[in-house]
């Protein structure tokens, strides 16, 4: 079908457009209009706020189980060698320790460890408290053991805090050269198979020794280790003791016979961890002046004071040492500083200090571990020694049990620069307050036997020292295990 004509021409030059031309242009003028109210509408939405919705994942928050509280003692002293003198290779003790407990809950349950090395078959003694029942704060729980030694080859009082396990612990004390005898022990608390390592360190740098990890203490075993089979002939050794699956009570034992002349007894705890900021409190000097006389003679150079210091690690460390008096004035010649090769243990001399009750002061720019071996004189001419770990600090409540023993003595020393208040209780007595200056320390004579809960306004550390005619022993105590707090869980 032909279209109509219009009758008019188009002029003269011009075509009339094709349909494809029309459809083209509608095309592009669609298009252009699509871009405008798409832009129209990005930018409404860029003014008017979206709606928003949250979706809160469902919790819970759950009070963890309350569980049975423990504390280990160490145990008799051991001994590597007959009444005789013969060699043996199986450790047995003599006689047993006195113990003491403490809780502020439950009943305390004394039972011993199922299984020993010791051929005696006297194991180390385990303190349980049943948990706190309800929303009952957890309970204070502590106690300690002393023992005296009185036989041929051993003498003087060794005395240790009973404490909960741990999966990392630094030993400072003991020697294995010629007549010192050091024992490790290594006692598993726990109803959970532990596998042991054991890091060696003397003044020559770490001990390479077979037999020193993937050592296997079984559920409720103390396995009982000669250090002189790891590490024979070592004046000044650091052990530390790390453990996987069960925790671990790490203890060492140090006899000391000279000759013919037993030299003292005494059991070494665990310091506190490497910190750049260490107290080791209730250092007792006792007959000082006697004491470095008779270290001047063949035999007698390890009953003078010494500070032990070991830095891990590979970068070393300048030190500054403090010997402080209980009035608080630092003699000039009781300050130190020196710089700690890494790696290695460094026995540092104390000197000749006056009799006292003293805390020794450590700090460094890299983490240090330290402890203190002081020594006394009898008056029939026999010698004891203590070792006196580094302490940590307490900085709530917590419980002091002073296991019995000769003239003992409870020493607070400030881990603040601001004064403290130490507030100290026992059953049937009202609460004690006693002041501690900053950075200073006070001592206070207690009663053997007699248990003790004490609060600070500020951090402390804390030791019971004792001492006797040719007997001196120590130990320092320990904060209270964390206690386990609620947990949200998301279901």
Same mark, same amino acid.
């Given at each position: 079908? =032909?279209?109509?004509?219009?009758?008019?021409?188009?002029?003269?030059?011009?075509?009339? *457009?094709?349909?494809?031309?029309?459809?083209?242009?509608?095309?592009?003028?669609?298009? +252009?209009?699509?871009? +405008?109210?798409?832009?129209?509408?990005?930018?409404?939405?860029?003014?008017?706020?979206?709606?928003?919705?949250?979706?809160?994942? *469902?919790?819970?928050?759950?009070?963890?189980?309350?569980?049975?509280?423990?504390?280990?003692?160490?145990?008799?002293?051991?001994?590597?060698? =007959?009444?005789?003198?013969?060699?043996?290779? =199986?450790?047995?003790?003599?006689?047993?320790?006195?113990?003491?407990?403490?809780?502020?809950?439950?009943? &305390?349950?004394?039972?011993?460890?199922?299984?020993?090395?010791?051929?005696?078959?006297?194991?180390?003694?385990? +303190?349980?408290?049943?948990?706190?029942?309800?929303?009952?704060?957890?309970?204070?729980?502590?106690?300690?053991?002393?023992? /005296?030694?009185?036989?041929?080859?051993?003498?003087?009082?060794? @005395?240790?805090?009973?404490?909960?396990?741990?999966?990392?612990?630094?030993?400072?004390?003991?020697?294995?050269? =010629?007549?010192?005898?050091?024992?490790?022990?290594?006692?598993?608390?726990?109803?959970?198979?532990?596998?042991?390592?054991?890091?060696?360190?003397?003044? $020559?740098?770490?001990?390479?020794?077979?037999?020193?990890?993937?050592?296997? #203490?079984? *559920?409720?075993?103390?396995?009982?280790?000669?250090?002189?089979?790891?590490?024979?002939?070592?004046?000044?050794?650091? &052990?530390?003791?790390?453990?996987?699956?069960?925790?671990?009570?790490?203890?060492?034992?140090?006899?000391? /016979?000279?000759?013919?002349?037993?030299?003292?007894?005494?059991?070494?705890?665990?310091?506190?961890?490497?910190?750049?900021?260490?107290?080791?409190?209730?250092?007792?000097?006792?007959?000082?002046?006697?004491?470095?006389?008779?270290?001047?003679? #063949?035999?007698?150079?390890?009953?003078?004071?010494?500070?032990?210091?070991?830095?891990?690690?590979?970068?070393?460390?300048?030190?500054?040492?403090?010997?402080?008096?209980?009035?608080?004035?630092?003699?000039?010649?009781?300050?130190?500083?020196?710089?700690?090769?890494?790696?290695?243990?460094?026995?540092?001399?104390?000197?000749?200090?006056?009799?006292?009750?003293?805390? #020794?002061?450590?700090?460094?720019?890299?983490?240090?571990?330290?402890?203190?071996?002081?020594?006394?004189?009898?008056?029939?001419?026999?010698?004891?020694?203590?070792?006196?770990?580094?302490?940590?600090?307490?900085?709530?409540?917590?419980?002091?049990?002073?296991?019995?023993?000769?003239?003992?003595?409870?020493?607070?020393?400030?881990?603040?620069?601001?004064?403290?208040?130490? $507030?100290?209780?026992?059953?049937?007595?009202?609460?004690?307050?006693?002041?501690?200056?900053?950075?200073?320390?006070?001592?206070?004579?207690?009663?053997?036997?007699?248990?003790?809960?004490?609060?600070?306004?500020?951090?402390?550390? @804390?030791?019971?020292?004792?001492?006797?005619?040719?007997?001196?022993?120590?130990?320092?105590?320990?904060?209270?295990?964390?206690?386990?707090?609620?947990?949200?869980?998301?279901?």
């Amino acid at each position: 079908m =032909t279209e109509p004509d219009s009758g008019i021409s188009p002029p003269k030059g011009l075509r009339r *457009p094709s349909r494809s031309a029309i459809l083209l242009g509608a095309r592009v003028l669609t298009g +252009l209009v699509g871009i +405008l109210v798409a832009a129209v509408v990005i930018g409404g939405a860029s003014v008017v706020p979206l709606p928003t919705h949250r979706i809160t994942a *469902p919790s819970v928050l759950v009070d963890p189980v309350a569980t049975t509280q423990q504390r280990l003692c160490a145990g008799p002293l051991l001994r590597f060698a =007959t009444k005789s003198g013969g060699a043996a290779t =199986t450790p047995s003790s003599f006689g047993r320790p006195s113990i003491r407990s403490l809780s502020t809950g439950g009943r &305390v349950t004394a039972s011993q460890l199922s299984t020993t090395d010791n051929s005696a078959g006297v194991a180390p003694t385990l +303190l349980t408290v049943p948990a706190a029942k309800g929303n009952s704060r957890a309970a204070l729980v502590a106690g300690s053991q002393s023992q /005296v030694a009185a036989s041929r080859d051993d003498v003087g009082l060794a @005395a240790s805090d009973c404490v909960a396990g741990s999966g990392d612990s630094w030993l400072v004390g003991g020697a294995t050269t =010629t007549g010192r005898s050091t024992i490790i022990t290594l006692s598993n608390p726990t109803g959970v198979a532990s596998l042991v390592t054991l890091t060696i360190y003397a003044d $020559t740098g770490v001990i390479s020794a077979a037999g020193t990890d993937g050592i296997l #203490v079984p *559920p409720g075993v103390q396995k009982v280790f000669s250090l002189a089979g790891f590490a024979p002939g070592i004046v000044s050794p650091v &052990v530390r003791v790390q453990s996987q699956g069960g925790t671990i009570v790490a203890n060492l034992q140090q006899s000391v /016979v000279r000759t013919l002349a037993p030299g003292g007894v005494d059991i070494v705890g665990s310091s506190a961890a490497p910190a750049t900021d260490l107290v080791v409190p209730g250092v007792v000097f006792s007959g000082s002046d006697a004491v470095l006389a008779r270290s001047a003679e #063949v035999g007698y150079s390890d009953i003078a004071p010494v500070l032990r210091l070991f830095v891990p690690g590979t970068t070393d460390t300048l030190a500054k040492i403090s010997v402080v008096p209980e009035n608080g004035t630092v003699q000039a010649s009781s300050v130190t500083s020196l710089t700690l090769r890494a790696g290695v243990v460094t026995d540092v001399p104390l000197g000749s200090v006056g009799d006292g009750v003293y805390t #020794v002061r450590v700090s460094g720019d890299r983490p240090i571990v330290a402890g203190v071996r002081v020594s006394t004189i009898g008056a029939s001419g026999g010698t004891d020694f203590a070792w006196l770990a580094s302490a940590p600090a307490v900085e709530n409540r917590t419980a002091i049990v002073v296991a019995p023993g000769p003239g003992p003595v409870l020493t607070f020393a400030s881990r603040s620069n601001s004064a403290t208040i130490v $507030t100290l209780t026992t059953s049937g007595s009202a609460p004690t307050q006693i002041p501690v200056t900053a950075q200073g320390a006070i001592s206070i004579p207690v009663d053997p036997g007699v248990s003790y809960t004490m609060s600070a306004s500020n951090g402390v550390s @804390a030791s019971v020292s004792y001492l006797g005619d040719g007997q001196l022993a120590g130990f320092t105590i320990v904060p209270p295990a964390a206690v386990s707090q609620p947990i949200r869980v998301y279901r």
